[in-house]
Structures are given as structure tokens and as C-alpha cells.
């Protein structure tokens, strides 16, 4: 099992002295995040690997705040002298006042979310090409159309160390791997592309516990090749159903951006002031749990150094709370929630979410279909997007169908989905027993990167816009 490894050797008493300078001038907390990550990515093209990255980053990240403030400044040289300098610098937040001294630090026991016995960083780089060739050659042998395979594989281990002024001192390995394919299927002319991805805080396990490479490719192959013979998607007003898992992108996207906690205090949020308010059908609970085991976005605690636990958002339709950093926890008076993350010591940590997903309920998945007239059914989308100050969304589904009289027909091709998310959740009329979880291929992006997790089980929306060429 990992273990952590110290590339920092930073003695207590150098990260006392580093925080006493952050909080010189008046700030009323401060924290050290120490990072060191190892990042590799590899692609193939037309059978040929054509790129091969391999990063190391390393460095500290000071943090000082004086009420809503934030002053942050980072270096990659640990010497006392440079982590000073930039401690003075985060310190310029605040310009008088005394401040609490930092507190001796002393290590917070977590539980393990990712107990990984075999990174795949660090392992011979032909393993990797080996994989990424399985499955260009499983994509390019499933059908005789297909013209086009790139597969691009990803992986990091990351050593993180926080200390912080109240005196908590936390230790972490962060293990990940993603394995991307995308194929181009050609027919007289017509050219449709499938994408297969997967991967989360695992190693090589993953491709006997999930997909395997042969597995991927075959999957993105199957996908272009079966909208060869899509038909275009009709226009207008139509019911909707969304399969379990990968459609959870569009909570997280329509309703998750909007309950994350700076919009929220910055009131550009639709869902400010609405605690306590209806703003979903009772058939929705939504929640944002970073401590599901392995997931791309699990964490054993944030970059902020809070312990992750469930959070309900909405319950029953009944808007419950939002995802807080230490600054929105303290603006609105509530606990931690542990959604403060940053992409790497460059960067302050923000209210992100990390696995968001929406509750799995009573419904015969095939009774969901039964019950649908004339409806679109998707499987799998490739991302969209949102305003958070109304929660209209933009979306581009990858693998969708038309469900006529009950019954699953012909796939389509060329659509959106147009909506408003808190409108959305007013009209899920029907949710599935059959929930899961995305194969790990999300990140997501709010100035920066982090990786994310998203779960859905089936469920029908009574109504939603598909922008599509033919009109109904």
C-alpha cells in the first residue's frame, strides 16, 4: 500500500516560524500546502505514440486570511529564506492588528480512500505503450470503418502536506490514472466519433477491476460506428430520460456550480437565499460525498485540511446546504463541509465539488421506459455548459436514442439538450433504483483544474428542449 513519502523534510519548527510571518500583519489564519506530483501522459496517433510528458512539480503554497480576504503567494524553493518571502507576501492582506499565534502542529488521523497497492506511476514506460496499443488495436479491428483511433493515457501520484495555524497537520498520497479513447468512424462521407474513458484513484488494478484497454477501445469504436446509421434528432419539447452514471455530468454541471458556496456569497448564484425552499421534484436528493472509495474525486480530506463527509444539498426537492470553503463556512456561520480544493500550490483552494450525485430511488427502470410516449434516452455526453447566475445549460450528448410507444428505437445524431437546471429538477417525475457511478473521466474546470466524480441512477425528466434538424 502507498505510504507517504517526506520530499519536504520541514522540521515543525520552520513551518511555526513560516506561519508566524503570514500572520505578522494582522491575518487571522494561515496554511502551508506543501505538494510534490509526479504526471505522465502518453498518446497514440495512426498506431504511432506521438507524444510522451512527463512532469514534476514541487513547491509550497502560503495562504493568510483576514476576514473575506485571501492573501496567497507560492514558491519551489523550501529554503526558509524564499518560504518567508512568499509568507510576507500572502501576509500583505492584512494591514494591522494583532493575531493569534500559530498553534504547534500535530498530525490528524484520517481514513484511507484510496488504498492503492500498485501506482501505475513509476512503472516501466512499455507497460503503458502496451496498453495504449491494446486498445488502438482493439478500436481499429471492431469494424472496417473505422478510419481514426487516438488513445491517450494519464497518470499521477501526488504527495501533499498541509500544516495550518490552528495547529492540524495532515499527510497524503494521491494516486490517479485515466485512460482515454476516441474513434472516428467513416461511411460514405458521413463521419461520427465514440470516446471511452475511464480510470480514478486506482492503479494497474484498475484495468482487472474496470475496463480493460481492448475494452475501451472497443466500446469507442462501437459508439461511432452505431451512429454511422443515427438519425437526426428530432426538435422541440420532448420527455427525457438519462442512463445511470455518466449522465450525472449534467447535475454537476446544471445544478452542482450553482451550490457551491462562493457563488453563493457573492449572490450570483440562482439557488442565494433559497435555504429551506422547494427547488426540485420530492423525488430528488442530491449530494456531494468526496469519501466514495477509489473515485477520480474522492478525497481523504481537502486542500484545506477538512475531513470529507456526505453533504446533502437538496433532499426530497428541499434545497439543504451548499459546498463550503473556510471562507463561505464562516460568511454564512455553518461547519465545514470539505469542498475547498485547489489544483495544485500555485492556487488558493475554492469551493469545489468532488463526487456530486443524485439518489438512486424506487423506480423499475424498465417502468421508466414504459411509461414514455415520445421521448430521447442518452447514454453518455460529452459536456456542456452553464450560467450560474440563472442555471441555463447548454448540453451535447455523445450516444442518445429515440424512445417511441415505450420502447427504445433508433439512435440519433446532431442534438443538444437545452434547459435550466433548477427547472429540470422540478420536473424529474420518475428516478430508478439502478444508480451508479461514473468510470473516472471527468474534470472540471473553474479557473482550475480538479478531478470529479458523478453518479446517477435512470431517471425521466417530464419534459426538456432538444435542439435538433428535424422538427417534430
Known amino acids: 500500500m502507498l505510504s507517504f513519502t517526506d520530499y519536504f523534510e520541514i522540521p515543525d519548527e520552520k513551518m511555526i516560524k513560516v506561519m508566524e510571518t503570514a500572520l505578522s500583519r494582522g491575518a487571522e489564519y494561515c496554511d502551508i500546502y506543501f505538494e ?57 492582506i492584512a494591514d494591522s492588528g494583532a493575531s493569534p499565534p500559530p498553534v504547534a502542529v500535530s498530525e490528524v488521523p484520517f481514513i484511507n480512500r484510496y488504498p492503492v497497492e500498485d501506482p501505475v506511476t513509476g512503472i516501466p514506460l512499455e507497460k503503458k505503450i502496451a496498453w495504449i496499443e491494446e486498445a488502438e488495436e482493439a478500436a ?43 474513434v472516428v468512424a467513416e461511411s460514405d462521407g458521413n463521419r461520427q466519433i465514440g470516446v471511452s474513458s475511464g480510470g480514478g484513484r486506482l492503479g494497474m488494478s484498475y484495468f482487472v477491476s474496470g475496463m480493460t484497454p481492448a475494452e475501451h477501445g472497443q466500446e469507442a469504436a462501437r459508439q461511432a460506428v452505431l ?57 430528488v436528493t442530491v449530494i456531494d460525498d468526496g469519501t466514495v472509495m477509489n473515485d477520480r474525486g474522492a478525497i481523504n480530506f481537502d486542500d484545506e485540511g477538512t475531513l470529507p463527509t456526505p453533504t446533502v444539498l437538496i433532499e426530497k426537492g428541499i434545497l439543504k446546504g451548499f459546498m463550503h470553503d473556510r471562507i463561505s463556512a464562516k460568511h454564512f456561520g455553518v461547519e465545514l463541509t470539505g469542498n475547498g480544493r485547489r489544483e495544485s500550490y500555485k492556487s488558493p483552494p475554492l469551493p469545489r465539488m468532488t463526487v456530486t450525485y443524485l439518489a438512486a430511488g424506487e423506480s423499475d427502470p424498465d417502468d421508466i421506459f414504459r411509461s ?28 442518445a436514442y429515440l424512445v417511441e410507444d415505450g420502447r427504445v428505437t433508433a439512435p440519433v445524431k446532431n442534438l443538444t439538450l437545452i434547459g435550466n437546471g433548477p427547472d429540470v429538477l422540478t420536473r424529474v417525475t420518475m428516478t430508478g ?9 471527468w474534470t472540471c474546470g473553474k479557473g482550475q483544474s480538479a478531478p470529479v466524480g458523478v453518479g446517477l441512477p435512470t431517471i425521466k425528466i417530464s419534459e426538456i428542449t432538444v435542439g435538433g434538424s428535424e422538427l417534430q
Open 36 to 92: 510534490h506530483a509526479v504526471e505522465n501522459q502518453l498518446t497514440m496517433e495512426e498506431g504511432i505514440v506521438k507524444e510522451g510528458i512527463k512532469w514534476i512539480s514541487h513547491g509550497a503554497g502560503i495562504r493568510a486570511i483576514k476576514g473575506e480576504g485571501t492573501g496567497y503567494a507560492y514558491t519551489e524553493d523550501l529554503s526558509l529564506e524564499k518560504m518567508n518571502r512568499a509568507a510576507l507576501t500572502a501576509a500583505a
Open 140 to 182: 481499429r479491428k471492431h469494424d472496417p470503418r473505422i478510419i481514426k483511433a487516438t488513445v491517450s493515457m494519464a497518470d499521477s501520484l501526488s504527495t501533499v502536506q498541509i500544516a495550518t495555524s490552528e495547529g492540524r497537520l495532515l499527510r497524503d498520497t494521491r494516486p490517479m490514472i485515466r485512460i482515454s479513447v476516441s
Open 227 to 283: 451512429l454511422l446509421d443515427a438519425v437526426d434528432a428530432p426538435a422541440g419539447p420532448m420527455e427525457l430520460i438519462l442512463a445511470p452514471a455518466e449522465s450525472g455530468v449534467l447535475l454537476h454541471e446544471s445544478v452542482g456550480h450553482p451550490l457551491e458556496a462562493d457563488f453563493i456569497r457573492k449572490k450570483t448564484s440562482t439557488y442565494t437565499g433559497r435555504i429551506g425552499d422547494r427547488v426540485a421534484s420530492e423525488l
Open 372 to 399: 414514455t410516449k415520445k421521448g430521447i434516452y442518452c447514454k453518455s455526453f460529452r459536456g456542456g455548459q452553464v450560467d450560474i447566475s440563472n442555471g441555463d445549460f447548454v448540453f451535447v450528448p455523445i450516444e
Open 433 to 441: 433504483s439502478d444508480f451508479s457511478f461514473s468510470d473516472g473521466r
